[in-house]
Structures are given as C-alpha cells and as structure tokens.
C-alpha cells in the first residue's frame, strides 16, 4: 500500500519543473479519467481467464452454468463497473503486447496488467520481459489509460511452495521477476499488488493444479487485488465501501 498513498502524494510533483529539466524523467501517472461508458481492461495470463474455477477448465463444457469466479468477474460486480477480461491461457508479455490494439477498442480508463508468469515458465529472460511491459505501459499512458500492476510472484511463494515443484527450480528467476514489477512501479509511479497469491498458494483447498487457484481461490484472489488497490481506487472514485 506505501506505493499507492506515494502515487496519490506525489501526483503533482512530480509534474513540477524537475522533471521538466531531465529529460529522462519518466512522466508520473495521473488520475484516473473516467468517462461515461468506458471501461477496465484486465490484461493477462491464465490467471485473470480464470482457469480452474468453475467451467473455465479444459475440455471446455458449453452446458455449464457454473457462475464465473474469476478475479475481473468478481471485481466487476463489486466495483459495478464493467470489466473485460482479456486473460489468455499462456499468454506471455510478448503476447500481451501484441493484443494492445484489441485492450484500447473496449475504450478503457484503467488498464489492470498481470503478465510475467508465462515468460518466466518459457525461459523468457526477466530484461525482455521488462521490455514488453515497458511497451505495454507506454502505449497505454499515451492513449490516456491508467495501468495497475499485478504481481504473481512474491518471496512468500518460494517459501510455501511444495517439495517437488517446478517452481522451486526458478527461485532466483521468480524472485527477479517480483523485484522487476516492483521497480516498475516505483519507476512509472503505478500502483501494485504486490502478490495476487497471497493466502492462496499453496494451499490444496484452494488449488486447482500445481499453479492455478479453483473457484474459492480466485474469490480470494479477487480480494488480494481489492486490498492492494485499495487507496488507488478509492481516491479515484472507483470504489467505495
């Protein structure tokens, strides 16, 4: 939460003339400018789909009627705003950059961008996908949309992580990758949700598989992103309690 009362306390500083005279400075996120009929766009991997909970499991059953408890879902109905989902199983940063055109048709005011745990499974090295989300951020700011952080990956997870693991091969990977999204929302001033997991891995009553949560982990997935954005959506008027 420090780096969102920080976002909101340092809005108009950091547009003040020192960062007129460095001309490196990188420009910090405003407000958030929301329009009638707009949107939120939550940009992601298999985890903002949702799979695992409910009929978001393969093979795909078009007769289920299971409710969806996926975090943009469920965020949706707490916020009463209209979130679109634009999670895709797989997806890399990479990828994620590549769907921006589609992100900006729903005409968002707040972009939510989980990505990272695809590119660290692949191999993808930490500095590339810094690169993406670089991209990702940047075109989104310079179409006047505001981007939140969604961290998968948090020291906690390496050390609740079950003997065995595939993770536990990645820790200093993993790891990187929790300290590259924190620096970029300290560099770019986002707020960040420093840990979608928290509470939730590895707990087997809340785990589909070996790295996606079921339908009562994605509702508390959903709160961890609540809590993490908490003083950000409240300033900006998203949410109230």
Not at 98 to 124: I, K, S, Y
């Amino acid at each position: 939460m420090k780096r969102v009362v920080l976002l909101i306390a340092l809005l108009c500083v950091a547009c003040g003339d020192k960062g007129a005279d460095n001309p490196l400075a990188v420009e910090r996120q405003g407000a958030v400018q929301w329009r009638e009929g707009q949107t939120i766009v939550a940009l992601g991997t298999s985890l903002t789909f949702g799979f695992g909970a409910g009929c978001k499991v393969f093979p795909f059953d078009r007769d289920c009627a299971l409710s969806d408890s996926s975090y943009p879902a469920t965020l949706a109905s707490r916020l009463k705003l209209p979130v679109v989902n634009l999670g895709v199983p797989g997806a890399t940063t990479r990828d994620g950059f590549l769907r921006m055109t589609e992100a900006l048709t729903h005409d968002p005011a707040l972009a939510l961008v989980e990505l990272g745990a695809n590119d660290l499974f692949q191999g993808v090295l930490v500095a590339d996908a810094r690169a993406n989300l670089v991209m990702i951020i940047d075109r989104f700011r310079r179409a006047g949309v505001a981007v939140a952080l969604l961290s998968f990956s948090h020291p906690d997870m390496i050390d609740h992580t079950p003997p065995g693991h595939r993770l536990l091969d990645q820790k200093a990977e993993a790891l990187a990758y929790h300290h590259m999204l924190g620096a970029l929302a300290d560099e770019f001033g986002l707020p960040i949700v420093e840990y979608i997991f928290e509470d939730i891995w590895w707990k087997e009553e809340l785990m589909f598989d070996s790295v996606h949560p079921n339908g009562r982990g994605y509702l508390l997935m959903e709160g961890n992103v609540v809590r993490g954005l908490h003083g950000f959506l409240v300033a900006n008027d998203l949410y109230s309690e």
